[in-house]
């Protein structure tokens, strides 16, 4: 173990709850050869081209004596939540934007995003009788990969819009210069995130013991179907009845009131990442600070690449996107290299097939897993295999499409008698118009069209879903 500097430090003086087992089978900090800079000597599928290296390493030296945005404690809480829902004990809901930007940090955005994750899992708890592990993409989703490192406008060609973290949307050469200054800024945004999601979900939000206080203000709005709305205010009554017949037996509701959520992002621009990875007093192993629970992306996930380097070393559990390319046995080699102590909520695999793609791309991946007795998290993805380009060349995904996929990757546990433990969503809070179905027509896309990646679900679309995957777990549930 390294000897620890002060700015190494997570906190002067750190707690860890009594419940979580600090000693672990094998610490991945162990990891031979590994420290928070290994990944430079690896190729990056998606490296930055900063043009003033110097100015990169002020930065990310600034970010390390920075706090960091999580705790380590809060870490291997989620951790052994993860390793929980492995055994069908919980679910996890994961979900928010494609994009975060530092213009949405906004405290409207965050508390309806914040609402609508909270009502989604009401609905699981209730319907889908399982405890929900809530996990947003947000504090942190400032970086995104690209298929093409440059973008041609009118015989003009710019460096690609590589998320916030990098560079600025509007195309021009300014905008789309890439600039370190940007980690800091949004390492900054990250933190008054974190800061408003941690005191909202501290009791400025709805209250959940008297969920039929939500449902007033979620009646309120106008574009939901009358069959959802009936479906909803029959859930909270039921939430509501089932809360107060606990507290009657002696406040055994705890579980289905806590209001706890987690952050992620995927781990994709390797300098802010490693900048806030440091040993945590009273521990031994690293751990990435910027987020609860990072994630390798469909385009970075190269058995030999830098971040596959990055990810092995630290103790975060981490996601894993798996798209239809991927090969049984590079699934298994991720899993060897990513998790070869075995260690419990450490992996949650997250399949993005495509609908179309789900039964022959899906069931060799369950078979081989289940096979090896690896011990992993299935989550499903339904978006990132569903984006299609409209006629008049709009980005955006069909609801439909969407729900075939969750139906499809349901079907494929089924029959291989493994558990789908999770789903991936992006979504947001607000009323965009940017994926088709329920109230938005083709026409309507570009009324409400707001994203500047990927395309999100609504408030109303995203509430939908939560049902289609209560009935499917109801329906699995003894
Ligand atoms: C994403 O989650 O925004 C993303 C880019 O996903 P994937 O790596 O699965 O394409
Ligand atoms: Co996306």
Redesign the pocket.
């Known amino acids: 173990m390294p000897a620890r500097r002060s700015s190494d430090s997570e906190a002067a003086v750190e707690h860890p709850p009594s419940e979580i087992p600090l000693s672990r089978p094998r610490s991945p900090s162990r990891a031979c050869g590994w420290s928070p800079t290994s990944w430079k000597s690896k190729p990056d599928a998606q490296a930055v081209r900063y043009d003033d290296p110097a100015a990169v390493e002020r930065v990310v030296a600034r970010i390390k004596e920075l706090p960091p945005l999580v705790s380590s404690w809060e870490v291997e809480r989620l951790r052994s939540l993860i390793a929980d829902a492995q055994l069908g004990r919980r679910f996890l809901l994961q979900g928010g934007d ?2 975060e930007t530092m213009h949405e940090c906004r405290a409207d955005t965050i508390a309806n995003k914040l609402e609508i994750l909270l009502k989604m899992s009401l609905v699981l708890i209730v319907s889908g009788r399982k405890p929900v592990v809530r996990v947003g ?1 947000f504090a942190g ?1 400032y970086a ?2 690209r298929s093409r490192p440059t973008e041609i406008r009118g015989g003009v060609e710019l460096p690609s819009y590589f998320g916030d973290l990098v560079n600025g949307p509007a195309f021009t050469p300014e905008a789309r210069r890439p600039d370190p200054e940007r980690m800091l800024s949004c390492y900054q945004h990250a933190a008054m995130t974190l800061n408003f999601v941690r005191s909202l979900s501290a009791g400025g939000l709805s209250d959940l013991q008297r969920p039929e206080c939500w449902d007033l203000s979620f009646s309120e709005r106008a574009d939901l179907p009358a069959p959802m709305h009936e479906s909803f205010r029959a859930t909270t009554r039921q939430l509501g009845d089932a809360l107060r017949c606990m507290d009657a037996l002696g406040g055994a509701g705890n579980e289905l009131s806590r209001v706890e959520f987690f952050t992620s992002h ?1 781990g994709l621009n390797l300098h802010y990442e490693s900048a806030q990875t440091r040993v945590a007093p009273h521990r031994s192993e690293y751990y990435d600070l910027t987020t609860h629970m990072p ?1 390798l ?4 996930r190269a058995l030999d690449g830098a971040h596959v380097e990055f990810l092995r070393g630290i103790s975060n559990p981490i996601g894993i ?1 798996l ?1 239809p390319t991927v090969s049984a046995v590079d699934v298994l080699r991720l899993l060897d290299t990513l998790n070869p102590g075995e260690i419990p909520g450490r992996i949650v695999l ?1 399949t ?1 097939m495509g609908a179309d793609r789900v039964e022959d791309t899906l069931p060799p991946l369950l078979e081989i897993v289940k096979r090896a007795g690896r011990r992993v998290l299935w989550v499903c ?1 339904p ?2 295999g569903n984006t299609i380009t409209t006629a008049s060349g709009v980005k955006t995904r069909e609801f439909s499409a969407i729900v075939r996929e969750i139906e499809r990757t349901y079907d494929a546990h089924d029959a291989c008698g493994t558990y789908l433990g999770g789903v ?1 969503f ?1 979504l947001t809070g607000d009323d965009v118009t940017e994926c088709i179905g329920g109230s938005v027509r083709e026409e309507d896309l570009t009324r409400a069209y707001e994203t500047l ?2 395309p999100r679900l609504n408030q109303a679309q995203a509430l939908e879903l939560s049902y289609c995957i209560a009935r499917r777990m109801r329906a699995m549930s003894p």
């Open positions: 494609c994009a993409r989703q995104k990969p995927e994630w992306g469909e385009r970075t996107k798209g997250i993005r993805d978006m990132h991936h992006e990646c990927d």
